[in-house]
């Protein structure tokens, strides 16, 4: 999962397997989560976002899970391809306060072929 | 396709110099932000502005302010340009939830 601190977690999969980034986030306030692909030298992407009154939202081939319980959000990759290998990162938005959002540190997934 | 753009990919300056890193995005987007994104540190808030004229400071603004004049554009700018803040610059506009971001601007202050 992701963390604060000098070292970037990793992930490394099989092209084909299916992948699981998890995140742990802070504020127990958060009510809108999304989670952003960047890939070397660029900006991030948004891949796929979740509200708080749901626990699960499927796009193309990924899922996201929300666990309000534990504050815990997950990205899973399904049939991880080459082009998949990039830094993922999660966010919160608090629903009280400012309109931001707080970052995770990243994962970094490294694709096998 | 919403788009947020950056002016440079890559910049590198001196020590002491003034420094514009300027964003444009064309959805009409009220909210803008700066960060700065570095190794094992992950996306940290610098300025942000929700409104023309408007700026608030966000996590690390020390060494750094901004200007929004219009709408559609929010720039950085580095007052004296010191090797602690070589970075990368990402710029990200908004309307009310999620954020779209800029390709992102790698400076290197020697």
């Known amino acids: 999962g992701e963390s604060v601190g000098l070292h970037l977690p990793t992930l490394s999969v099989q092209e084909g397997d299916n992948s699981i980034i998890n995140c742990a986030y802070s504020?127990?306030?958060?009510?809108?989560f999304i989670w952003y692909k960047q890939e070397s030298g660029k900006g991030p992407q948004f891949i796929i976002d979740i509200r708080s009154n749901m626990d699960k939202r499927q796009g193309q081939r990924v899922t996201v899970l929300l666990n309000k319980t534990v504050k815990h959000l997950s990205l899973q990759i399904a049939a991880t391809q080459p082009g998949d290998s990039a830094v993922y990162f999660c966010a919160e938005k608090p629903s009280t306060g400012a309109n931001n959002l707080f970052f995770g540190t990243g994962t970094r997934l490294t694709v096998i072929p | 396709d919403v788009k947020v753009t950056q002016s440079s990919r890559y910049l590198v300056k001196r020590t002491g110099e003034k420094v514009f890193l300027e964003c444009v995005q064309d959805?009409?987007?009220?909210?803008m932000f700066w960060y700065r994104q570095d190794p094992g540190l992950g996306l940290r808030l610098i300025y942000f502005?929700?409104?023309?004229?408007?700026?608030e400071k966000g996590d690390i603004p020390e060494g750094y302010s901004v200007s929004r004049e219009k709408k559609e554009r929010f720039s950085l700018i580095l007052e004296s340009a010191s090797t602690n803040q070589t970075s990368m610059y990402l710029c990200?506009?908004?309307?009310?939830?999620?954020?779209?971001f800029g390709s992102g601007t790698r400076l290197t202050v020697v």
């Open positions: 959805m009409d987007h009220e909210n």
């Open positions: 502005s929700y409104d023309v004229k408007m700026k």
């Open positions: 990200a506009s908004s309307l009310n939830r999620g954020y779209t």
């Open positions: 504020n127990s306030a958060s009510d809108y």
